[in-house]
């Protein structure tokens, strides 16, 4: 008995010094794509993340705790989403940031809310992920599609005099939404009509269905809402078959790698992404130091998470407190200075101040036109 006694002892011991060591970090998760066919959206964020953490490590950290970042891939899928969130949970993370793909995001929100962590993401765009108010702890620092949609559709009226537009999606809960919005608005303004609004299968290798419709239709625009495999392979098939469309998406197809895969086709192709901040003096600084660490420029979303963790930090800094209520309060009074500007959280959780640009692929390269 008396060994017995002693090795629950000792066993009570080792628990209450593991649990002083979690306390000597303060654990910050990073969920996203890190690999897969979107890991050029997911990356970018853990770039971030690694930068902002390094600088705060050297100062110090935060009360005099060092940061420690845990990392999930998910793969934007909801099911891995679902482990990522569990298992970050599990590991003693006080806010995640993340997640990237809105269907991944809402997948995983439950989970999160349920164990009262703070969640912010800087891509996931669906409007139903703070308008609905069935996650109170979810956080973000990019606008909503409504937005995103309204301003594509408003160029593709306004500015290249669209009258008849196809609108398509990949069926998922960021395409879709895009999608959805984009034709009321359409609709609504009665400038233009609809004429064709059709969901495509992800992944797919032939899209010429698709294209023999929007043909038929007599587009002059192709709205599209999804990411850049899919779009890619359209904007190839519709060149292909000489069909005389301009082709406005997303920011999911604002990126990169749309134009590496797409090669040539891609020129012309309009697609909305987060705001212009490059003459930020703090974006410059954020973007310059991932070239000199990474030696490359930034992808995706960067700007975006770099601010979505400045703000965790400074919330957690400014609660003096790992407490998610706390950490929320302050997210939600406190302006701070990010890489997309000064911001705060609204009653929702959505970022005050941000908002979308239209841009253009000209000489192999996105370009702001709007």
Known sequence: MKGRISGLVIAASLVLLAGTAMADTIKIGVAGAHSGDLASYGLPTVNAAKLVVDEVNAKGGIDGKQIELLIQDEECKPEKATNAATKLIS???VVVLGHICSGATKAALPIYTEAKLVCMSPSATNPELTQSGQYPTFFRT?????????????????????????????????????????????TDGGAAEVVLFEGVTPGAVDYSAVVQKIRKSE???VMFGGYHPEASKIVAQL???????????????????????????????????????????MNKAARAAHVAKFNAEPGAFFDNAYAAIQALVNAIDKAD???????????????????VGTIKFDARGDAEGVGFSMYQVQGGKYVVVQ
């Open 91 to 93: 590991d003693g993370a």
């Open 142 to 186: 990019i606008a909503s599609d409504d937005a995103q949609a309204t301003l594509g559709a408003e160029f593709a009226i306004n500015t290249l005099g669209a009258k008849k537009i196809a609108v398509l999606h990949d069926k998922g809960d960021y395409g879709k939404g895009y999608a959805e919005y984009a034709q009321q608005f359409i």
């Open 219 to 221: 587009a002059d625009v």
């Open 239 to 281: 060149k292909k078959k000489r069909v005389e469309v301009k082709f406005i998406s997303d920011d999911g197809v604002k990126d990169d790698t749309f134009i590496k895969v797409a090669g040539a086709d891609a020129e012309g192709v309009y697609a909305s992404g987060p705001q212009d901040v490059s003459s930020l003096e």
């Open 321 to 339: 407190s790992t407490d998610s209520a706390k950490i929320m309060e302050a997210l939600r009074t406190e302006n701070v200075d990010t890489s």
